[in-house]
């Protein structure tokens, strides 16, 4: 890391990116739209619990935002893609690639 001004600036980076997670939805029509949820997925920290949530979550026909000024309504289908950051790096299983590596970003065809 490189010197920043504040000296507790690194910290408070940290624990500020640790306080939500990104979900970016790409829809069908080609558009996308990120939310940040403050409230992680609940877990009691073991792989198992967080591969269960994460699992029933993407079962769901509809998926519910609540943000401060509305409620959003998400039809899976359609949803192309879904993006989580930070990566949950304790999912596991036959479905799952892990120790993956983009090489290119998502071109559209013309």
């Given amino acids: 890391m490189t010197a920043h001004p504040h000296p507790h ?26 939310f940040n949820l ?25 998926w519910i935002v609540n943000l401060p000024e509305q409620t959003v309504f ?11 950051k930070p990566a949950l790096s304790q999912l596991q299983g036959e479905d799952v690639f892990s120790n993956a590596e983009r090489v290119t970003a998502l071109n559209r065809s013309r």
Wanted: overall charge negative.
């Fill in 9 to 34: 600036y690194w910290k408070v980076m940290e624990y500020q990116e640790s306080l939500y997670t990104q979900l970016t939805f790409h829809y069908v029509n080609g558009t996308s739209e990120s």
């Fill in 38 to 62: 403050y409230a992680p997925i609940e877990s009691d920290g073991t792989h198992q619990t967080t591969q269960l949530e994460v699992r029933h979550l993407l079962k769901k026909d509809w």
């Fill in 74 to 84: 998400i039809n899976v289908d359609n949803v192309l893609k879904m993006e989580m």
